[in-house]
């Protein structure tokens, strides 16, 4: 078969593709001269940077590099990344042999041609770790993620779930954990003569667990935590982010039940409960689910009686200010399953589009549907895409055959149920080519066709396969075709349910649409299933800060120049949050798992309308619903209206328990020489019980920053920045710089300090920038030293308060600073929601599809 002309591949495409998919050779000291690597530029831990170039000189272990943009680098054959693949077509190679070795020996070279097909010119993209593995290694697993079974209740039960859950880690593999099944906080442990903590604080160490797998290996941990509804720690898990610390390293997620949903509509208490763990069978048989307990006739304890729409509340006004946690539908998920009747989904992996039973795991690819564009026709080319998914379904269901197992249970379970996960990217760019808005009524109707026209063919292909190699195990006609899926499909599509009754039904699943940050980015277009997050960007590098397109985009201004972009251009934020869910719901109907998919929020969003979305995509047949307001965080400064009387308070925050030690110490009643007073008074000027100052507003390159000046004696004495979400590394870093600038301007005399503060913070840049000529941002550091100069000008500013000496507060005013005008704001698309990118370092780490992607890098928390 004959393919196109070489994949040319370049800038960050190419360096995902070397870094990530590209089959490396084992040995680096077969480095040679002329050989295209990905060579280490920047030896950090945390912030390493390589770059894409060719050998001009070896000696020894030592090698000099020329880097696609012109530099050299002298570095050692141990930094640099060596691959067998050099292109694409190297790859497709080696993908399309290793999923046909699994079939009979008569087939494996048609099957060889028909998967070759598919995965010329990025018609389906495969799964990140199927990309990298198969054919690769015998060792590699080709799954992305796994759900493992609720912990024991028990010392020994978590410690196992602790085991399981590293050993996948390590080898690259996300978890979702459902925490249901241990008891609540407080209750009674006979065997210690002692209480819980709660499922909550042993969530705290799968959490920390991970986040010392992310620093230590080459490839982060990723993990999912969910509870019940019905569980007495609920509204602790709902709220735990809101305290630094305790779960840093986890997405969570509340799995909401439909009695649950009617409480909260009609109002109605809701019952917190627990298995009796004195029950004697209660080791034996608890394992986290309520209802086969319940149907065994045993006893359920209640431990307190609340308000649903408390409950309800308190998910939604957590999800405003901070994106989590998450609501899966999971009663509702179970009811669309087609695995009801003999697994059921305890748990999603960590970006919530795969729900899975116990030791269930994610097998995942994509078509990219910006390849399926009939330009004559102006249509989609329909007949290629139903090749397309045919032949895919095929390739999927080919690894769960050709995968190692590392875990004897994942490969029962798999090999049991075979459920595939196929998914798309490039939708985004398709509806452009096709001039159809992302999000308008014309759309929802097309995306119903596409998606429904996808599920059949695969569903047909599916059946075939079964009428040749067998139907999965557990495959039960007739309750199979009783699921909520099921019985939705066959209504549209008859013949779907003909080819199961004639065939069987080759896989429990075969539909998910999972986030595809990495592999997108590499192939160049719309990840997921979602809108572009921008059209134009600015990137800084070497060359400085230049303004990008995505290509699509490009190509229309360059035939149409000096005119802005159509309607069907539209981005991530240009959308409402409805305008999300709903195109969220309609592809959910023809999605037999479920969508990673997050619904963005301007900044003013108030809670009352997320909780108006949050029902809006229950009632819409969501599984599940994720959404993120643009410059969320989790401190009171930014809530309701009803709160704003808080805000003065919030926003000079509470000295550090360093500040508090020193004052206890200088409070002390031990009598100072008039010599040691007067060194130590130069020294450090103790903080006054009350201060003047001023709280300024600037929007940065990692969101909106709070900057709070204090003055004492008429010139600044302290800076409290507020930047990020609470727990990310924007937040940290930024109240350690405050406090760093607190404890100069402390010291000695101030009034220098200021300017020299100013002179040594002014025009530090980072990775990008907001803003234009006096209002342009570099950085967070940037923004403070045009703080402390607006301060400084305007001094009066300082007097919000008459002093009043009785009273332990901070006087504040806040002070919006010079805003970049409207329009340069609405192209830039700075998304205020971002955060360090462990990747590359820049503050370009966004939540999309729901996972944290980098739009700098490719860097995807999910892959």
């Known amino acids: 078969m004959k393919t196109k002309q070489k994949t040319k ?37 945390k912030f390493p940077a390589k770059e894409v170039g060719e050998v001009i000189a070896r000696n020894g272990n030592k090698v000099t590099v020329k880097t696609r943009s012109g530099d050299t680098v002298e570095t050692s054959v141990e930094k640099i990344t060596l691959t067998v693949e050099k292109t694409p077509e190297e790859m497709w190679d080696r993908l399309a042999a290793a999923m046909a070795s699994v ?32 054919g690769a290694s015998d060792e590699l697993t080709l799954f992305n993620c796994y759900v493992i079974p609720s912990p024991h209740d028990s010392r020994g039960g978590i410690m196992t779930t602790l085991s399981e859950m590293t050993e996948i880690m390590s080898r690259g593999g996300g978890v979702g954990i459902n925490l249901s099944s241990l008891r609540p906080r407080r209750s009674i442990v006979a065997g210690v003569n002692g209480s819980s903590s709660g499922a909550v604080s042993w969530g705290g160490l799968f959490s920390y667990t991970t986040g010392l797998i992310e620093q230590g290996g080459s490839r982060r941990g990723a993990l999912m935590l969910m509870i019940n509804d019905w569980h007495p720690d609920v509204l602790d898990f709902i709220t735990v982010k809101q305290t630094m610390g305790q779960v840093t390293n986890a997405n969570l997620s509340v799995c909401v039940s439909n009695a649950f949903m009617k409480a909260v509509k009609e109002d109605l208490d809701w019952e917190l409960v627990f298995p009796d763990t004195k029950d004697p069978e209660y080791d034996a048989l608890w394992d986290g689910d309520l209802e086969k307990w319940k149907a065994a006739g045993k006893a359920v304890k209640p431990y307190r009686t609340v308000k649903a729409r408390d409950v309800w509340h308190t998910i939604i006004e957590s999800a405003w200010k901070s994106a989590e946690p998450g609501v899966v539908f999971m009663e509702y998920y179970n009811q669309m399953s087609n695995s009801w009747y003999f697994n059921p989904i305890i748990c999603t992996n960590p970006c919530g589009e795969q729900g899975l039973p116990a030791w269930g795991v994610c097998n995942l690819s994509a078509v990219n549907l910006s390849k399926f564009y009939d330009e004559k026709k102006k249509d989609v080319a329909w007949d290629e895409l139903g090749k397309t998914v045919r032949y895919s379904v095929r390739f999927l269901d080919n690894v769960i055959d050709k995968t190692p197992y590392h875990f004897e249970e994942n490969q029962k379970n798999q090999q049991g149920e075979r459920r595939v996960g196929l998914g798309t990217m490039g939708l985004a ?6 001039e159809i808005r992302y999000g308008s009524p014309e759309s929802l109707v097309f995306l119903d066709k596409l998606y429904g026209f996808m599920a059949k063919e695969a569903y047909i292909s599916s059946s075939e396969i079964a009428g040749e190699k067998g139907s999965f195990t557990h495959f039960e006609y007739e309750k199979f075709m009783q699921s909520g899926f099921m019985k939705n499909i066959v209504s549209e599509y008859p013949e779907v349910g003909a080819a199961i009754k004639k065939n069987g039904m080759r896989n429990v699943t075969v539909i998910t649409q999972a986030p595809t940050g990495s592999t997108g980015t590499m192939v160049g277009t719309s990840t997921g299933i979602e809108p572009y997050f921008a059209f134009e960007y600015y990137r800084q590098s070497r060359l400085g800060f230049d303004k990008q397109l995505v290509p699509i985009a490009q190509e229309w201004k360059d035939k149409n120049p000096g005119q802005e972009l159509p309607e069907w251009f539209v981005t991530s934020m240009d959308l409402s949050a409805k305008d999300h869910i709903r195109v969220q719901a309609a592809i959910q109907r023809w999605v037999d798992s479920s969508i990673s998919k997050t619904a963005n929020c301007p900044s003013d969003f108030t809670v009352e309308e997320t909780k108006e979305l949050y029902e809006l995509a229950f009632d819409l047949g969501c599984k599940g619903v994720t959404i993120y307001r643009d410059g969320s965080r989790d401190v009171q400064v930014l809530s309701t209206k009803k709160d704003e009387d808080k805000k003065e308070e919030a926003a000079t925050p509470e000295a550090s328990k360093e500040e508090q030690a020193i004052e206890a110490i200088a409070s002390l009643p031990i009598k100072a020489t008039p010599e040691q007073q007067q060194v130590f008074d ?52 930024s109240e350690a710089l405050g406090r760093v600038i607190s404890l100069f301007l402390r010291y000695g005399d101030h009034g220098s300090k200021t300017d020299l503060l100013i002179k040594h913070l002014k025009g530090i840049g980072g990775s990008g920038a907001v803003g234009f000529g006096p209002n342009r941002v570099e950085s967070i550091a940037d923004a403070v030293a045009k703080a402390l100069e607006i301060h400084k000008e305007n001094a009066e500013a300082s007097a919000v308060y008459e002093d009043n000496a009785n009273h332990l507060v901070t006087a504040t005013q806040e002070i919006e600073a010079p805003a970049p005008a409207a329009p340069v704001m609405k192209k830039l698309h700075v998304a205020s929601s971002t955060d360090l990118c462990p990747g590359c370092g820049s503050a370009s780490l966004v939540n999309s599809e729901g996972c944290k992607t980098c739009t700098n890098c490719g860097y995807s928390k999910c892959s």
């Open 9 to 45: 591949l370049e800038g960050l495409s190419e360096k995902i593709f070397l870094d990530r998919y590209a089959r490396k050779d084992a040995d680096y000291n077969n480095t040679k001269v002329g050989d295209i690597v990905l060579a280490l530029t920047k030896d950090d831990p």
């Open 103 to 134: 079939e009979a020996p008569e087939k494996q070279k048609q099957w060889t041609e028909n998967f070759r097909y598919i995965l010329d010119d990025w018609k389906l993209v495969p799964g990140g770790r199927i990309a990298a593995g198969a």
């Open 429 to 434: 760019e398709l509806m452009i080519k096709l």
């Open 682 to 733: 130069k020294q450090y000027q103790r903080r006054p019980q009350v201060l003047r100052g001023a709280t300024y507003k600037f929007n940065t390159p990692f969101g909106i920053a709070y900057i709070t000046i204090n003055d004492s004696n008429g010139t600044p004495s302290e800076v409290f920045l507020n930047v990020g979400k609470a727990g990310s590394d924007v937040f940290a870093m």
